[in-house]
Each structure stands twice: as C-alpha cells, then as structure tokens.
C-alpha cells in the first residue's frame, strides 16, 4: 500500500513505540495487573463465600457493582456519538481523537456489563436469560441493546482502522507474528479508489447507525429504573437525563485519555490545544444540559411533596446523610468545569484536564446516589432493623474489584496503543464535505427567499 510523505513519517514515529516497552511502561503495567489479580482474588472469595461479603443485603439489593455498570457503559456512548458524529460531518480536526473515542467505546462496553454478572448470586444460570428470557422485560432488552451495540461498535472500529492495518501489513517488521496478524486484518486492502469509496460508505452507514443506537442503548438502561415505582426512579426524563449524563462522563474521559496519551507517547504535535478546546467547550455544554435535568429532577420531586420521594430528598440534603456526596456530584462537578471553560484566562490544556477529571467523579458518585438512597428507603417498615440491612456500606471485596475494573480498563487500552498506532495514521477519501453542502444548500434557501 502506497503512503503519502506524512503518513510514512507517522508511521515511522508510532512503530517504535508500539514494539518496546519503557522501564516506567513495565512499572505501570505491574501496577495494574496487580490491581487486576487482586480482583480475581476478591471474585474467588465472592464466589466461595457468597454475597454476605459484600455490603449487599435484602434491602438494599444493588450496590457498588450497579453504579460501575452504568458508569462503564455512560463512558462508551460519548466515544461512539462523538466518533460518529465528527465522522459524518467531517470535521477536519477528528483524525487525532476519532481513534481513542472508538477505543473507548469498546472497552467501556466490554468492562460494564461484567459488573452486572457479579451481582448474579448464580452464574450458572446465566444461560437462562437466552432460554427464559422475557421480551416484556426492560432486562432483555438492555441485554439486546447492549450486545448489539457492542458488535456495531467493533465493525465500525475495524473499519476505521483498516487503512492502518494495511499500512502496518507491510511496515518490514522483525516480528513474524505481527506481519501475519495484520496481513489477516488488513484483507487484501490496498488503498485503490474502488476500495476507499466502499469503505467511505460503509463508515458512514455504520456511523449513522451506531449514534441512534448509543442514544436507544442508554435510554432503555435508563428505563429499567424508570419503570419501578421506586422515589427517584420513576421519572419521565430518566431516559434523556441518563443520556446526556453519559455524553458528558464519556467527553470527559475521552480528555483524560487525550492528556495521557499525549504526555506519554509525547503527542504534542498531533494533539493541540485546539483539540482540548473544541472537546472542552463540548464538556461545557452538556455540562449546562446536566445541571438543568438535575434541578428538574429534584425540583420536580420537591414541588410534588410525596412522602416517600421526600424521603429520598431528606436524605440527599442532611449533612449527616448524603448531603456532602449531593453537593460535590450536582454542583462541584458541574459548576467547576463550566467556569473553568467557560473563562478564556483558565482555559489551558491541564485545566480543561484537570475539571474533566473533577466531572468523571462527579458524575461516578451521581451513579452512586442514583442507586444507594432509593434502595435504602423500603416503602413498607421492615421487620429487621439492624443498620447493616437498612444501610449500605461498601466492602473491601466490592472495592478490589472496582479498582480492578478501573486497571483493566487501561490495560486494555496499553494493549491496543501496542497493536495500533493510537493516532490514524492514514487518512482516507474525504467523499462529500458536508460544511461545503450545508452552504450550498443555504445559498439556494436566501436565493428562493
């Protein structure tokens, strides 16, 4: 396959990179396979011992491992819209991004649902979701959703990285296994106008799939709590709510992945400043999006003064209760990162890093209260009383294997910067430029006006 001047020069950048391993590399890489061994050994107490130990009981039934599920999964939707929407409209500055949002998309999606299997207290019966499974339930259809969403996410990467793989086929590599593996990869790719034109298509049609499907995917995960009567669940705007608090979690991510592998890999010339402004800006905004589905929410819960939804509410806004959590996930994480942004004397590249991270955690504990204080209010008195089954509080064995999901999530992502150039190294056909379409089209509108 023939490269053009700049593609071969990037090439020959990321290659070296992607076959040895720094000594700080090694040093990082053990720490998060420890991370990831120590949550095996807490998957093996839990699954001898059972689920007394963990902080989950009859009452407050989900815990720590439901709010990673929604957190994984949020996280995957902003790679997929942002990656599909920057394709489609072909906008200029995607090709150094475009990658590490797909990246995350897969990833994100492959982790999430593993968190929902360790609240199954029998495995074994996992099958039976395929053999019994109802299609009344919102259950299946986030098991459908969620699947297909995955392989339309890893055909749309692999298309995306195909032109790489065909690059990469015939990089003369003294590894033997790496020619192989991209020769089977790249099939028979050679970049003649026929195949990009096809490929064109197919990004594009997989593109104007996978964005319908991120939005459908996390509103029927939103549904399965909106359905139950639950105070703080049943709520009309679940779906849209859960939708843009997933964008904005994912952009954020996306950020924090842009900065390390920019300082890592040593970036600087292929991700700019300007590259943190545009997502920045876009964190912003879905911040201010955010912030008015959360005064709905709890304004509208307020106003309507039911007792149970109250409950909830007394608990989030007392001091000794959630009040503290309330206030860093609703209005530090929020209200920081606006700010920040919003003013062009703090808006620098560490900055804009620096608030994305403030608002992954904020949106993390915001998962966190979405479950915890719902299930702690029972809607009939309990015969049992004892605070360990009224109040849910974490154990050593739900952290380990948090942290462990955290730690897999960048080994995975080490893994592939060392099977793919983590930056697109060789850009495609534009086809049609939609910014030139859309003015042409407004031309025609003033003209007939």
Same mark, same amino acid.
């Given at each position: 396959?023939?490269?053009?001047?700049?593609?071969?020069?990037?090439?020959?950048?990321?290659?070296?990179?992607?076959?040895?391993?720094?000594? !700080? *590399? =090694? +040093?990082? &890489?053990?720490?998060?396979?420890?991370?990831?061994?120590?949550?095996?050994? @807490?998957?093996? #107490?839990? $699954?001898?011992?059972?689920?007394?130990?963990?902080?989950?009981?009859?009452?407050?039934?989900?815990?720590?491992?439901?709010?990673?599920?929604?957190?994984?999964?949020?996280?995957?939707?902003?790679?997929?819209?942002? !990656? *599909? =929407? +920057?394709? &489609?409209?072909?906008?200029?500055?995607?090709?150094?991004?475009?990658?590490? @949002?797909?990246? #995350?998309? $897969?990833?994100?999606?492959?982790?999430?649902?593993?968190?929902?299997?360790?609240?199954?207290?029998?495995?074994?019966?996992?099958?039976?979701?395929?053999?019994?499974?109802?299609?009344?339930?919102?259950?299946?259809?986030?098991?459908?959703?969620?699947?297909?969403?995955?392989?339309?996410?890893?055909?749309?990467?692999?298309? @995306?990285?195909?032109?790489?793989?065909?690059?990469?086929?015939?990089?003369?590599?003294?590894?033997?296994?790496?020619?192989?593996?991209?020769?089977?990869?790249?099939?028979?790719?050679?970049?003649?106008?026929?195949?990009?034109?096809?490929?064109?298509?197919?990004?594009?049609?997989?593109?104007?799939?996978?964005?319908?499907?991120?939005?459908?995917?996390?509103?029927?995960?939103?549904?399965?709590?909106?359905?139950?009567?639950?105070?703080?669940?049943?709520?009309?705007?679940?779906?849209?709510?859960?939708?843009?608090?997933?964008?904005?979690?994912?952009?954020?991510?996306?950020?924090?992945?842009?900065?390390?592998?920019?300082?890592?890999?040593?970036?600087?010339?292929?991700?700019?400043?300007?590259?943190?402004?545009?997502?920045?800006?876009?964190?912003?905004?879905?911040?201010?999006?955010?912030?008015?589905?959360?005064?709905?929410?709890?304004?509208?819960?307020?106003?309507?003064?039911?007792?149970?939804?109250?409950?909830?509410?007394?608990?989030?806004?007392?001091?000794?209760?959630?009040?503290?959590?309330?206030?860093?996930?609703?209005?530090?994480?929020?209200?920081?990162?606006?700010?920040?942004?919003?003013?062009?004397?703090?808006?620098?590249?560490?900055?804009?890093?620096?608030?994305?991270?403030?608002?992954?955690?904020?949106?993390?504990?915001?998962?966190?209260?979405?479950?915890?204080?719902?299930?702690?209010?029972?809607?009939?008195?309990?015969?049992?009383?004892?605070?360990?089954?009224?109040?849910?509080?974490?154990?050593?064995?739900?952290?380990?294997?948090?942290?462990?999901?955290?730690?897999?999530?960048?080994?995975?992502?080490?893994?592939?910067?060392?099977?793919?150039?983590?930056?697109?190294?060789?850009?495609?056909?534009?086809?049609?430029?939609?910014?030139?379409?859309?003015?042409?089209?407004?031309?025609?509108?003033?003209?007939?006006?």
């Amino acid at each position: 396959m023939d490269l053009d001047q700049k593609s071969t020069r990037t090439l020959n950048y990321f290659v070296p990179q992607m076959v040895t391993i720094s000594k !700080s *590399g =090694i +040093l990082q &890489l053990s720490v998060l396979v420890l991370f990831i061994l120590g949550g095996f050994y @807490a998957l093996y #107490i839990q $699954i001898v011992d059972g689920h007394i130990v963990t902080g989950m009981r009859d009452n407050v039934v989900w815990g720590l491992y439901i709010a990673n599920f929604i957190f994984f999964i949020g996280i995957s939707y902003a790679g997929a819209l942002i !990656s *599909g =929407i +920057l394709h &489609l409209l072909r906008v200029e500055w995607r090709h150094p991004i475009i990658r590490i @949002a797909e990246i #995350i998309t $897969i990833i994100s999606t492959i982790i999430g649902p593993a968190y929902i299997l360790l609240c199954m207290g029998r495995l074994d019966r996992l099958h039976h979701l395929a053999l019994y499974g109802r299609i009344q339930s919102p259950i299946i259809w986030d098991v459908l959703a969620i699947s297909t969403y995955l392989i339309g996410s890893i055909i749309f990467l692999y298309l @995306a990285t195909i032109r790489d793989l065909a690059a990469l086929r015939d990089y003369p590599f003294k590894s033997k296994w790496r020619h192989t593996l991209y020769k089977f990869f790249a099939v028979n790719f050679n970049g003649n106008s026929k195949q990009n034109r096809y490929l064109e298509r197919g990004l594009d049609i997989m593109s104007a799939i996978i964005i319908p499907l991120a939005v459908l995917v996390h509103s029927v995960l939103a549904w399965i709590f909106g359905m139950t009567l639950r105070p703080g669940w049943h709520s009309t705007i679940f779906a849209p709510y859960f939708v843009v608090a997933a964008v904005f979690s994912g952009t954020g991510v996306l950020i924090i992945a842009l900065w390390v592998f920019r300082k890592y890999y040593h970036l600087e010339s292929y991700i700019t400043k300007i590259h943190f402004n545009y997502l920045g800006i876009i964190l912003m905004i879905l911040g201010a999006l955010y912030a008015y589905f959360t005064f709905s929410e709890y304004l509208t819960s307020w106003y309507g003064s039911e007792t149970w939804e109250m409950e909830v509410l007394y608990k989030l806004f007392d001091p000794n209760g959630y009040w503290w959590w309330f206030f860093f996930a609703a209005i530090v994480g929020v209200v920081v990162p606006i700010l920040v942004i919003l003013i062009p004397q703090f808006r620098s590249i560490n900055s804009i890093t620096a608030v994305s991270v403030i608002a992954v955690f904020a949106l993390w504990v915001k998962r966190y209260l979405i479950i915890i204080p719902t299930l702690e209010t029972p809607l009939l008195p309990l015969q049992d009383m004892r605070p360990e089954y009224i109040h849910y509080t974490p154990t050593a064995i739900e952290w380990l294997l948090t942290f462990a999901g955290v730690a897999m999530f960048c080994f995975l992502f080490f893994l592939f910067s060392k099977f793919l150039p983590i930056v697109s190294v060789v850009k495609g056909e534009e086809g049609t430029n939609y910014a030139e379409l859309r003015k042409t089209v407004m031309q025609r509108i003033i003209k007939r006006t």
